[in-house]
């Protein structure tokens, strides 16, 4: 069973409830939970949450770890055939489209990037910032570019050095050829009324900020440079932390950049016609899953 939808959706409990009534375990589909340092800015499951559920891909690693979706396709594989062992079920959760399409598709073969091209890419925009990668990707790749969370350097960046590298864009690499899983497959994705999602995001950034997310992103600042610490949440508090913005801009830019990330999910989810899509707020939404389930 794979839980998805845009972040603040309330994927996160959902699933927790499902697997409590499932009696089996969560493997999260989301590319930053599994950082050990990163916690409050990436809405991880709280301790009570995790009570009697085990959690994979939850902690696991630590930032300066830079895994990819191909380490995350075996991963996921490694955690599943675990689960299966003594569930009949498993409850995969998160909002990162990519992870979870490798996971239930596989991924697509790569050829190698110019190591030259990636560090002149990292060194240009170290000096420049994330308006010089979006500029650039958007006049050398506007067709992934219009297709990617463009408030990601982490993507922005591998995205120009690939186009750069290769002269073909990433999305020419696209084969669209499943893998067959021996597993059998059940999506749903969680939504909301627009508005009401904005705002349970804005709300979830002042809690953040709140829990203490200003001093876990100055506990990383150091490490700044690391592509995982380049998602929204902590970017904009970087930059407060150069003088470059104000706290109170800092926050605002995480809301809207959030809000923007929250619209690139929706986007990718509802190309994928497999996904039966449910009311998040929905008092009966836990009964609807597992009915799906027994279908």
Known sequence: MVIQGPTAVG????????????GTSIVSADSRQCYKEMSIGTAKPTIEEQQGIKHYFVDDFSAIDALTVADYEQLALGYLSSIFEACDTAVVCGGTGLYIKALCEGIDPMPAVDEAITKEVNDRYAK????????ALSKEDPVYYEQMEIAN????????????????????????TKKQRPFKIIKVGLELPRQQLY?????RVDIMMENGLEVEAQSL???????NLQTVGYVELFD??????????AVDKIKQNSRNYAKRQLTWFKRD??????MADDKYVVDKILELIEL
């Open 11 to 22: 994927k996160t409990a959902i699933a927790v409830d499902v697997a409590k009534r499932l």
């Open 199 to 203: 705002d349970r995001i804005n709300q």
């Open 240 to 249: 407060y932390f150069d003088g470059k913005s104000t706290l109170a801009y």
């Open 221 to 227: 600042y150091t490490s700044r440079h690391l592509k």
């Open 273 to 278: 016609p497999e996904i039966t899509w449910l």
């Open 128 to 135: 420049e910032g994330i308006t010089w990668l979006q500029d």
């Open 153 to 176: 350097p982490a993507r922005l960046i591998r995205a120009l050095v690939f186009i750069r590298s290769t002269g073909a864009s990433i999305a020419a690499y696209r084969t669209n």
